[in-house]
């Protein structure tokens, strides 16, 4: 039965196996197609072998680089640290010169002993010594061997070989041919399967001495780094080895020059002195690897020429004076020029100087060129071949003004002077150049940048407010070094040197406001109790705040790679405006074509007036020390403008022709029988622009027409940011001397500010019916550019607002009194302040009224359009007067923005 017992086994693991086949074959059915992707790149999708490190491994791995980590540390801090000798010599030269070769001392070899590749025929074998002996042929047989403590080699079959003090190409030699002579037909192969452990003693000046436990094949310099390496004080030049009663001298300098290998195994007992570091000098200056060398074991000087090749010589081929530091019998250190054939002795120094760092016989190409850089003065000697020509410019180059950057021969200053590079590409006189010379050439954004704000407001205040750095120490990088250099020089100058650029300032800024729609009131408004300094800086800091660190134009290199170019290039500038496409400054040399000045300057607009341009020029009277400015008028259809010569510092105006037409239109809107934007004549009135526009319709309700203005606009701001300021000050007074809550003095801010940002409109009350204009032409309104005149519906409805009830529209009733309304919409409420009730007509006229029984406003007929309020009573203000002010405004503001929206809305 036992047969049967098993048979049933067999047949029951044979049915698990086969559902476990099914099973599988069923889940290699149903994997999806990104699982079997992501199970293909797991096992690698090039085909190679996947390394899986196990946890333990990692950490051990981890570890053992944390443990480097730190023994490298730890040689880096002792190899860093100044020995004596090293700071005896930085003393007397003023160098940070070190000790050389210690440094090799850094990577400490791992612990797990020293990493072998193929073991050379030279090896020394001997007891401990462990090999794989492999037969192939008429024996084929593969065992490990090692050799026994009396230094043998059993392998069977063949003879004992001893081989204590063999090579291994020797061993390999003798095996080979015991085989070929017992073992006929069969080939032997030996490898090395361990080496045998040796002990090496070491003392001296090294970091751990004692008895280091390694590998027969470690070198002479890896039992040092297993000792911790040679201290500063230990000689390597002198290192003693003795084996068998011989004593063998280690040079590491000959190892790090190459000239000896220094990887002749150590052996078993051998021991290993490292003695005091022997004579010393010192090869410091202008060498190619400078430090302080040990000189050869035994010796106390050197020749000068074997000392140049242990510091590598000098960085150049020549140009040097080499100096010798002696030191006499007194300590005393003495200078001295050596020559080649002297030596030097131990504690001695050689300092290597050029006798003279120059460059001679170049010039240079800088600014707005393809190709700057430096070249040869014997092939450009003038401008004209060291640029080449035009081509060699990049886009927009600006030819009417260049700089020669040269050197004063006596006193060695670089100063500027300018050239004309037009003149010089038109073939005119061109100019020699000298050793060391700088030629620039400017582009259009460099120009461009003398009109800039950061210019203009450093011009008008003499202040530059950016620092170079930021509070957490980083660059600022909206600093400009130019405009900083800029201000203290105006500050520090007092004289006309700049006159040209602050006149061109001011105009600058006056032709702006103009283009921008300001009137000189609301300009004297914004002048008015500030001063202009404190305004340019403001002013300053805003373009600060708003301007792109990346631009270019913000600070451009050519200002900070030439110094003191601004100031220089700002004498020289003269200002072109009037009708012209680019109004600005630009700066010329002496005698500059007005043709060429106004070609820079874009040209003259459309509306130019040619026949009188205006001319201002500094006349300097050498007699009496004076420079007046005078004016010339050029008629431009009777002169060559390229025979009109101009000089820096003066200016140049083209005039407009005149027109009787404004700069800007007139908007008209609603109820016209042609709205649109107008182009006005100069002086044109409201009834004319009406006419033009074809009148207006049967249903416009001239007494409700709205008409704004720019100009009032403006001064409606200027008094609402007055008023502002006003209550500002009130509400700090008033927080000094009353109790005030901080709620209300937050609230108070709050309405403050929205006071400050209050939209306004601008609006006149003006007089828009026709027939009432043409009775009256004293009430026709001028026009100016800017205005706009909206003509409503005639409206049906009034409007209550305020502290009534329900505010809201109410039809409109002939012969209805104002009380009726108010009483329409459910009269007043608690807050209302029934004593200062009034009432806005649709042309903008505000009018209080009285709703007294005896002898009141309550039966007043109003027209449609017109706005009742109530305002609210502010008494309970009181504690907080200023509050009942904001209020009131805000009151006053809101009624009249509603109004307006009753007649557009209609």
């Keep these: 039965?036992?047969?049967?017992?098993?048979?049933?086994?067999?047949?029951?693991?044979?049915?698990?196996?086969?559902?476990?086949?099914?099973?599988?074959?069923?889940?290699?059915?149903?994997?999806?197609?990104?699982t079997l992707e992501a199970l293909k790149n797991?096992?690698?999708t090039q085909g190679g072998n996947t390394t899986v490190v196990s946890p333990l491994d990692q950490a051990r791995q981890q570890e053992f680089q944390e443990r480097q980590s730190r023994l490298l540390e730890e040689r880096e801090e002792k190899i860093s640290k100044i020995s004596r000798l090293e700071k005896d010599f930085q003393s007397r030269l003023n160098s940070k010169i070190t000790q050389f070769g210690y440094s090799v001392f850094l990577n400490t070899p791992a612990e797990g002993g020293v990493m072998t590749g193929t073991i050379s025929d030279n090896y020394k074998l001997g007891t401990g010594d462990e090999f794989i002996i492999t037969f192939q042929g008429s024996k084929s047989q593969s065992f490990t061997v090692k050799a026994d403590l009396e230094g043998r080699v059993i392998i069977p079959e063949l003879k004992p070989i001893t081989i204590t003090g063999m090579s291994y190409a020797d061993f390999k030699s003798i095996l080979k041919k015991q085989v070929e002579e017992s073992i006929i037909g069969t080939e032997v192969y030996v490898s090395m399967a361990s080496v045998r452990s040796i002990s090496v003693f070491i003392a001296g000046e090294v970091e751990t001495p004692g008895i280091v436990r390694t590998s027969s094949l470690a070198t002479p310099l890896e039992i040092l780094m297993k000792a911790g390496g040679v201290k500063k004080t230990g000689s390597l030049r002198n290192i003693s080895i003795y084996r068998g009663g011989k004593k063998t001298v280690f040079d590491i300098y000959a190892l790090l020059s190459g000239k000896a290998s220094g990887f002749d195994a150590v052996n078993d007992g051998d021991r290993i002195i490292v003695p005091t570091i022997g004579a010393t000098i010192a090869l410091d200056g202008e060498m190619v690897r400078p430090g302080i060398y040990e000189l050869p074991a035994g010796s106390?000087?050197?020749?000068?020429?074997?000392?140049?090749?242990?510091?590598?010589?000098?960085?150049?081929?020549?140009?040097?004076?080499?100096?010798?530091?002696?030191?006499?019998?007194?300590?005393?250190?003495?200078?001295?020029?050596?020559?080649?054939?002297?030596?030097?002795?131990?504690?001695?120094?050689?300092?290597?100087?050029?006798?003279?760092?120059?460059?001679?016989?170049?010039?240079?190409?800088?600014?707005?060129?393809?190709?700057?850089?430096?070249?040869?003065?014997?092939?450009?000697?003038?401008i004209k071949p060291l640029l080449g020509n035009k081509r060699n410019l990049m886009a927009n180059p600006y030819l009417l003004f260049g700089l020669?950057?040269?050197?004063?021969?006596?006193?060695?200053?670089?100063?500027?002077?300018?050239?004309?590079?037009?003149?010089?590409?038109?073939?005119?006189?061109?100019?020699?150049?000298?050793?060391?010379?700088?030629?620039?050439?400017?582009?259009?954004?460099?120009?461009?940048?003398?009109?800039?704000?950061?210019?203009?407001?450093?011009?008008?205040?003499?202040?530059?407010?950016?620092?170079?750095?930021?509070?957490?120490?980083?660059?600022?990088?909206?600093?400009?070094?130019?405009?900083?250099?800029?201000?203290?020089?105006?500050?520090?100058?007092?004289?006309?040197?700049?006159?040209?650029?602050?006149?061109?300032?001011?105009?600058?800024?006056?032709?702006?406001?103009?283009?921008?729609?300001?009137?000189e009131d609301t300009?004297?408004?914004?002048?008015?109790?500030?001063?202009?300094?404190?305004?340019?800086?403001?002013?300053?800091?805003?373009?600060?705040?708003?301007?792109?660190?990346?631009?270019?134009a913000f600070c451009p290199s050519i200002y900070t790679n030439v110094n003191n170019l601004l100031p220089f290039i700002l004498e020289y500038i003269v200002s072109v405006d009037g009708a012209i496409r680019l109004p600005g400054v630009y700066p010329v040399t002496p005698g500059t074509s007005l043709k060429s000045l106004l070609a820079v300057s874009g040209g003259q607009s459309n509306d130019a007036n040619m026949t009188n341009i205006e001319i201002a020029s500094l006349d300097a009277n050498s007699r009496s020390g004076t420079m007046q400015m005078k004016w010339d008028y050029v008629n431009a259809e009777q002169t060559d403008l390229a025979t009109i010569g101009i000089n820096p510092g003066g200016g140049i105006?083209?005039?407009?022709?005149?027109?009787?037409?404004?700069?800007?239109?007139?908007?008209?809107?609603?109820?016209?029988?042609?709205?649109?934007?107008?182009?006005?004549?100069k002086g044109e009135k409201l009834s004319d622009l009406i006419s033009r526009a074809g009148g207006i319709t049967s249903q416009a309700y001239t007494y409700g027409a709205i008409f704004t203005r720019n100009r009032v606009k403006e001064i409606q701001r200027a008094e609402l940011k007055k008023t502002a300021r006003h209550l500002q000050s009130a509400m700090i007074s008033a927080s000094v001397k009353k109790t005030i809550e901080a709620e209300s003095l937050l609230a108070a801010q709050q309405m403050t500010d929205q006071l400050a940002n209050a939209e306004l409109i601008g609006r006149v009350v003006i007089e828009a019916d026709p027939l009432k204009l043409s009775l009256d032409p004293a009430l026709d309104t001028v026009l100016e550019a800017g205005d706009a005149l909206y003509m409503p519906k005639r409206p049906n409805f009034i409007i209550a607002m305020g502290d009534v009830l329900n505010p809201g529209a109410l039809q409109f009733i002939p012969g209805k009194g104002i009380a009726d309304y108010i009483n329409e919409v459910g009269s007043y409420t608690r807050s209302a302040d029934e004593g200062r009730i009034y009432i806005v007509y649709p042309?903008?006229?505000?009018?209080?009224?009285?709703?007294?029984?005896?002898?009141?406003?309550?039966?007043?007929?109003?027209?449609?359009?017109?706005?009742?309020?109530?305002?609210?009573?502010?008494?309970?203000?009181?504690?907080?007067?200023?509050?009942?002010?904001?209020?009131?405004?805000?009151?006053?503001?809101?009624?009249?923005a509603a109004s307006i929206a009753v007649l557009i809305r209609n």
């Design 404 to 519: 020669i950057e040269s050197v004063d021969d006596s006193t060695q200053t670089r100063y500027l002077k300018s050239f004309s590079p037009e003149n010089i590409f038109a073939g005119g006189e061109d100019i020699d150049l000298k050793d060391s010379d700088r030629v620039i050439f400017l582009g259009r954004e460099d120009i461009s940048f003398l009109i800039s704000n950061f210019v203009r407001q450093v011009v008008v205040s003499g202040k530059y407010t950016v620092k170079e750095t930021l509070p957490n120490g980083s660059k600022n990088l909206k600093y400009c070094k130019p405009l900083s250099n800029l201000a203290r020089i105006i500050t520090d100058t007092q004289s006309n040197r700049f006159a040209t650029a602050t006149r061109a300032v001011f105009v600058r800024k006056e032709v702006e406001e103009v283009v921008a729609g300001k009137s």
């Design 653 to 681: 105006r083209v005039g407009s022709k005149f027109s009787n037409f404004e700069a800007g239109a007139v908007l008209l809107s609603g109820e016209f029988m042609q709205p649109g934007v107008y182009t006005i004549r």
């Design 300 to 382: 106390s000087n050197i020749a000068y020429k074997d000392a140049m090749k242990l510091s590598g010589g000098t960085l150049r081929p020549s140009g040097y004076e080499m100096s010798q530091i002696r030191i006499d019998e007194q300590g005393r250190q003495k200078f001295r020029k050596i020559t080649a054939g002297e030596k030097i002795s131990n504690g001695e120094a050689l300092i290597a100087h050029l006798i003279e760092n120059s460059q001679t016989g170049r010039v240079e190409l800088v600014g707005h060129v393809k190709i700057p850089g430096w070249r040869t003065l014997s092939s450009a000697k003038h």
């Design 523 to 552: 300009k004297l408004q914004s002048f008015a109790g500030t001063d202009i300094e404190q305004k340019a800086l403001v002013e300053m800091a805003k373009d600060e705040r708003e301007v792109d660190k990346e631009s270019p």
């Design 42 to 44: 797991r096992a690698g």
């Design 843 to 896: 042309n903008g006229v505000a009018k209080p009224i009285s709703l007294s029984s005896w002898g009141g406003d309550r039966d007043i007929g109003i027209p449609p359009g017109t706005a009742i309020v109530v305002p609210t009573d502010l008494g309970p203000f009181d504690t907080l007067t200023l509050v009942r002010e904001i209020g009131g405004i805000f009151q006053n503001l809101a009624v009249s």
């Design 1 to 34: 039965m036992p047969g049967k017992g098993n048979l049933l086994k067999k047949r029951v693991f044979t049915i698990f196996t086969g559902i476990f086949l099914f099973h599988q074959s069923l889940f290699a059915q149903v994997i999806d197609a990104a």
